[in-house]
């Protein structure tokens, strides 16, 4: 069984930066970040696995960084350059070792925090 819990969003200009935590407990394997904006389905952000292998969806490569502590067991996302697009509720998952940003390969979500860009 894997908990996950979100903190580090909030409201930001266009162009400012923010970085979310998610702390887990229990083995994880990959793990992601999704994003959901009303009236949208939930899409995958970025992945890395447990050896630090990552991967990113195409409209965030260049300005987000997806990290991970795996003695402390807490995943990161460094979020800079924010665009309103991508304004979403985001997501933590924990999903086994070929999840990367398949929707469906992960089962266990925290209750996401907000993120608000303004321009």
């Known amino acids: 069984q894997v908990q996950l819990v979100e903190s580090g969003g909030g409201s930001v200009q266009a162009e400012g930066s923010l970085r979310l935590s998610c702390a887990a407990s229990?083995?994880?394997?990959?793990m992601a970040w999704f994003r959901q904006a009303p009236g949208k389905e939930r899409e995958g952000v970025a992945a890395?696995?447990?050896?630090?292998?990552?991967m990113y969806a195409d409209s965030v490569k260049g300005r987000f960084t997806i990290s991970r502590d795996n003695a402390k067991n807490i995943l990161y996302l460094q979020m800079n350059s924010l665009k309103p697009d991508d304004t979403a509720m985001y997501y933590c998952?924990?999903?086994?070792?070929?999840?990367?940003?398949?929707?469906?390969?992960?089962?266990?979500w925290g209750q996401g925090t907000q993120v608000t860009v303004s321009s």
């Open positions: 229990g083995n994880t394997y990959m």
């Open positions: 998952a924990a999903g086994s070792a070929s999840s990367w940003l398949r929707r469906n390969g992960y089962g266990y």
């Open positions: 890395i696995s447990r050896g630090g292998a990552t």
